[in-house]
């Protein structure tokens, strides 16, 4: 019985939203990716924050899958400026809202989608080590049922499988790739291409880029980092409280203790010396070393 309630419930709940679009508040800020970078984890330690306040859900995916919904599907996302008015002129406090859809940041479309729609919006950059955020992705390809290779074996075929595929995305705007969404072990962790590409098309101010590894070590620390970034009074932030480790984008994700087996030393190895000259190119873009190589 409640799995017939439940979708009818999200409908009528969405029907609504998408009636009551034109009152509701666009993103102040979005976190770009990177994938198995932290991003879940960092959402919910913003949005559990007063003032910083959450979409319908944490990966909206609209500049990416959803971009042909046109706005007002985006706009029901978000909360409405009720909520807003609400907060900063009963409460006294400020008001942010914002997703967190990885993807964006690999996807060639995403950067001038996000600039004709949002010209202003704060963009938060999550990334990690290459080598771990490849085997960690590849980990999560084969539990979703995306991936049959194992992983030294899909990183030899990924060139093959991505054969084409910026070709035709850049072609067709309608065009979803498949391999390129979920075979980019390797192509992901090079950063730089991505963030040069969103740069060329929004000013530098406007990035707030994060190692990844230090989420991990201080989230509390980056937590701040954050909100301050979005303008929000960190003063208030709670530095005791628990931090939880969010392994899937859902209110429970913490609960996820699943991790990948030890990556083989050797194979370690070889990928650290595949990175190493673009983790360099990377490195004297942004003028910071991430220690990455080694």
């Known amino acids: 019985m409640l799995d017939t309630i439940k979708p009818v419930y999200w409908n009528v709940r969405f029907s609504y939203r998408l009636l009551t679009n034109r009152i509701r508040a666009l993103p102040d800020f979005i976190i770009l990716g990177t994938q198995r970078g932290g991003t ?11 003032g910083v306040f959450s979409a319908m859900h944490k990966e ?16 029901a996302q978000f909360p409405t400026s009720l909520q807003k008015y609400y907060a900063e002129y009963i409460r006294k406090q400020r008001f942010v809202t914002g997703e967190s859809s990885p993807y964006y940041l690999f996807h060639p479309h995403v950067p001038k989608r996000v600039l004709d729609s949002l010209p202003q919006v704060r963009l938060i950059v999550l990334l990690r080590n290459p080598v771990d955020r490849a085997y960690s992705h590849h980990w ?9 290779l194992p992983f030294e074996k899909a990183l030899k075929y990924e060139e093959q499988r991505l054969a084409g595929e910026q ?31 969103w740069m060329r098309t929004f000013p530098k101010e406007q990035f707030l880029i994060v190692k990844s590894e230090d989420l991990y ?8 980092q954050c909100l301050e970034f979005l303008g929000m009074p960190a003063t208030g932030l709670d530095t005791t409280r628990e931090f939880k480790q969010y392994r899937e984008p859902t209110p429970g994700g913490h609960k996820n203790q699943e991790k990948p087996p030890r990556m083989d030393a050797g194979l370690r190895k070889t990928l650290v010396e595949y990175f190493k000259p673009h983790n360099a190119r990377l490195y004297e873009y942004l003028g910071r070393d991430f220690d990455w190589d080694r």
């Not at 879940?40 to 007063?50: F, P």
């Open 167 to 197: 070709e035709k995305m850049l072609g067709n705007e309608g065009y979803e790739g498949y391999n390129h969404r979920h075979y980019t072990y390797l192509s992901r962790g090079i950063y730089v291409d991505q963030l040069q590409r």
């Open 140 to 148: 999560l390809s084969v539990h979703e049922g995306h991936e049959t």
């Open 60 to 75: 909206v995916h609209f500049f990416d899958d959803h971009f042909s919904s046109g706005l007002r599907w985006y706009r």
């Open 40 to 50: 879940t984890s960092l959402y919910h330690y913003l949005t559990e924050y007063a």
């Open 217 to 224: 070590s201080h989230p509390a620390a980056i937590t701040r």
